[in-house]
């Protein structure tokens, strides 16, 4: 798991470097196509990824964006009109079956759609034909996923930038990963704060919401912690009443619009007496931290990728603390595959 969190930067490079040109004939073509709207599909952390492709087609190309109900189409065999939607299918092993079954749907009924995978030969990168986007990722081994997290995120958001006609700063891209890798020992060191936590609330609003649930994925499949990823705004809405004393809260408050509104659950959550573990670049929120991690200043599109490798890092030396192999968790698998 650590060797693949290392291999992120290379990652991106190789996505940035092979699959521009691609990512840029296939907008040329939604735009012809010219969507109401977008559909991503995904499960896992695909799903999380897909949250964060939401927001990037929403605040960059104004396309109104959600999330595929999996289920309509492989279950309830039921599904609702697409014809009118770029369906996007993202999944790393590219066989997840509701999103292979959502995206060969949507072409059906005409939809334009596009695939990302980290498998060539994998039914959603057959499905989504030249619409392909491979994550250049390489074989990941580790179940849990980490390298094509990031790379399944980071094609989202060059596609939003393409289909915008807006250029993508792919230095500050992968600044935002490689400085948070010069920081292993100090979250080595943090994590040791938490080894024997049993439960763990995971807040993020905004772009950050995407990052507080894969964290809280990441903390389940690698440490078996019962960790609660949502909104820091839904929190305030019942689920607060579920703190102590006892409750660790770990936040994702980065200096961008979403701020104010972070500093606000924070202080609600010291008012209950709860630790609360503050990761953002915001001297006033760190200060409220009864432990707190400093991220780079950076545009907001791109603090989600600190986040995550913030995150999974945490999650990796957690795991070595509780005598955890990260890489082969119990009763997981890399390919998720449900009888249909």
């Known amino acids: 798991m650590l060797a693949e969190i290392e291999e992120v930067p290379e990652v991106l490079r190789r996505l940035i470097e092979r699959e521009s040109d691609n990512v840029k004939a296939i907008s040329s073509r939604i735009k012809q196509y010219a969507p109401e709207f977008a559909l991503l599909a995904g499960r896992g952390s695909s799903d999380n990824a897909c949250i964060y492709g939401q927001y990037a087609f929403q605040l960059i190309a104004h396309l109104p964006s959600a999330s595929s109900t999996g289920s309509v189409y492989t279950l309830y065999k039921n599904p609702p009109h697409i014809s009118k939607a770029l369906v996007v299918g993202v999944s790393q092993s590219g066989e997840t079956d509701d999103v292979c079954e959502t995206v060969k749907r949507a072409k059906e009924e005409g939809a334009l759609t596009v695939g990302i995978t980290n498998n060539k030969e994998s039914t959603l990168y057959k499905?989504?034909?030249?619409?392909?986007?491979?994550?250049?990722?390489?074989?990941?081994?580790?179940?849990?996923?980490?390298?094509?997290?990031?790379?399944?995120?980071?094609?989202?958001?060059?596609?939003?930038?393409?289909?915008?006609?807006?250029?993508?700063?792919?230095?500050?891209?992968?600044?935002?990963?490689?400085?948070?890798?010069?920081?292993?020992?100090?979250?080595?060191?943090?994590?040791?704060?938490?080894?024997?936590?049993?439960?763990?609330?995971?807040?993020?609003?905004?772009?950050?919401?995407?990052?507080?649930?894969?964290?809280?994925?990441?903390?389940?499949?690698?440490?078996?912690?019962?960790?609660?990823?949502?909104?820091?705004?839904?929190?305030?809405?019942?689920?607060?009443?579920?703190?102590?004393?006892?409750?660790?809260?770990?936040?994702?408050?980065?200096?961008?619009?979403?701020?104010?509104?972070?500093?606000?659950?924070?202080?609600?959550?010291?008012?209950?007496?709860?630790?609360?573990?503050?990761?953002?670049?915001?001297?006033?929120?760190?200060?409220?931290?009864?432990?707190?991690?400093?991220?780079?200043?950076?545009?907001?599109?791109?603090?989600?990728?600190?986040?995550?490798?913030?995150?999974?890092?945490?999650?990796?030396?957690?795991?070595?603390?509780?005598n955890i192999n990260p890489d082969k968790p119990r009763y997981l698998s890399k390919v998720t595959q449900v009888e249909l």
């Open 127 to 322: 499905l989504a034909g030249e619409n392909a986007i491979y994550m250049q990722a390489n074989k990941e081994e580790s179940v849990c996923a980490t390298k094509s997290f990031t790379a399944s995120m980071a094609a989202l958001l060059m596609l939003a930038y393409a289909f915008a006609d807006k250029p993508l700063d792919d230095g500050s891209l992968l600044t935002s990963v490689e400085t948070i890798l010069k920081h292993k020992e100090q979250i080595s060191a943090l994590a040791q704060r938490y080894m024997l936590a049993q439960n763990l609330v995971i807040l993020g609003t905004g772009l950050s919401y995407s990052a507080a649930n894969e964290t809280a994925l990441k903390l389940k499949e690698a440490c078996y912690i019962n960790a609660w990823g949502m909104s820091s705004v839904d929190f305030l809405h019942g689920p607060i009443a579920i703190l102590s004393h006892m409750s660790p809260v770990i936040i994702f408050a980065p200096a961008d619009a979403t701020l104010p509104a972070s500093l606000n659950v924070i202080e609600r959550i010291k008012q209950v007496g709860a630790h609360v573990l503050v990761i953002s670049d915001s001297e006033e929120a760190l200060k409220l931290g009864d432990a707190w991690f400093e991220l780079p200043p950076n545009h907001d599109l791109l603090y989600p990728f600190s986040e995550v490798t913030f995150a999974q890092l945490f999650a990796f030396y957690l795991a070595r603390l509780r």
